[in-house]
């Protein structure tokens, strides 16, 4: 965890030092931190995220949300490898996890690091199907994955995606699923907080808020479900960074960080703090964090008053969800990060049909 004012006073540029395959938490506080060093200190590790804090006595708020994530790692070196079988990868969408590409094998690889409990990580892979003449089944995708847990490497039998092709020129194609929308809604919406931050940096602040009030009409064409929350979240997200757009000086001290904390924490999936107001923005924030978000907060309010030991929110945690037997060395939270993870990976998986004019999704 780095905790600075993000100014560097020696030679040599600290974005571009090498950490390793591990995670790097940065903070920025004060008035006058540079943001984006400490962005691209966290960018350029696996997993790491940047938090603005806006104001360094809530200091103890940002800090408990990381710690509430490390404490609570079911999966580590998670890896997750797609294989064309009667299809070509045309796109893999993970953010700016690190991936790898085997040509010969047409395979790709993402590598997301370590997993908290009850994270998710969402991934959309565009396909290019050849034409189908005639009804048939199939196989389209080959999904892999592997992971460490209590220092032991396991490595997963491959899920076979298969389709059923209508065939024909003139069909009908289904309907695209919300899933797949919404998540798109959400890659689409951090990339128009990038583009707006970029123009906000050049010092186009008219041209950035029009690009803010885009994405918000984007919103507004979603269909909302009250059952998630992602909708209200995204809304709420555009319009704090639209208040911290103009002047000048308010983008550069407040707007700025805000949108690179966004950006951060769209690109992870992964909770990251963005200034004084931790209810409102709560995007991948997990069970954990929320409850450490409260006792941070009481802790700010009373520093005497005592606080609960890691057991004791363990023990909370296990009495809301029953931990079942070991089952092959494999735990119930394991499994259960696991297989969140690969729901949301076919809900987001989407098959494009170009040749025989009919779209589906998988």
């Known amino acids: ?25 940065t903070f920025g506080f004060g008035a006058d931190h540079d943001p984006r060093v400490l962005n691209a200190i966290a960018n350029h590790s696996m997993g790491g995220t940047f938090s603005h804090v806006s104001n360094q006595n809530n200091l103890s708020i940002a800090f408990s949300q990381c710690l509430a994530g490390l404490l609570t790692v079911v999966v580590q070196d998670l890896k997750l490898t797609v294989t064309k079988v009667e299809s070509t990868i045309v796109k893999v969408s993970a953010g700016n996890y690190p991936q790898s590409k085997d040509d010969a094998a047409g395979s790709v690889t993402v590598s997301f690091g370590d997993l908290y409990n009850k994270e998710v990580r969402k991934v959309i892979v565009d396909l290019l199907l050849p034409a189908a003449s005639s009804p ?10 592997t992971y460490s847990s209590g220092g032991k490497l396991f490595d997963a039998s491959p899920i076979i995606v298969t389709v059923r092709r209508t ?5 009908e194609g289904e309907p695209e699923r919300k899933e797949v929308m919404m998540e798109e809604n959400r890659l689409r919406t951090a990339q128009m ?18 690009k803010l009030v885009e994405a918000q009409s984007l919103q507004e064409n979603m269909v909302n479900d009250e059952s998630n929350p992602l909708i209200g979240m995204l809304k709420s997200e555009l ?10 000086e308010i983008y550069e001290n407040q707007g700025r960080p805000f949108a690179l904390s966004s950006e951060t924490s769209h ?7 963005r200034g004084d107001d931790p209810k409102e923005l709560r995007l991948f924030a997990t069970p954990r964090m929320d409850a450490y978000l409260e006792q941070a907060k009481s802790f700010d309010e009373d520093p005497r008053k005592p606080l609960p030991s890691v ?11 029953p931990l079942p037997p070991m089952v092959g060395g494999l735990c119930y939270y394991i499994q259960k990060a696991i297989r969140s993870f690969f729901n949301g990976f076919l809900k987001c998986c989407r098959k494009i049909c170009v040749s025989d004019s009919s779209p589906q999704d998988r």
């Open 1 to 25: 965890m780095l905790m600075s004012d993000g100014q560097q006073n020696e030679d040599g540029d600290a974005a571009q030092v090498p950490v390793g395959n591990v995670p790097v938490y």
């Open 136 to 145: 048939a089944s199939s196989n389209i995708l080959n999904i892999t994955y």
């Open 167 to 171: 065939g024909g020129g003139s069909e």
């Open 193 to 210: 907080i990038k583009e707006s931050r970029i123009m906000a940096d050049d010092k186009k602040l008219d041209g950035a808020l029009e």
């Open 239 to 248: 319009q704090q960074m639209s208040r911290l757009m103009k002047p000048q």
């Open 267 to 273: 690109n992870r999936q992964r909770f990251a703090a």
């Open 311 to 321: 057991d004791e929110d363990e023990k909370q945690e296990l009495a809301a969800e």
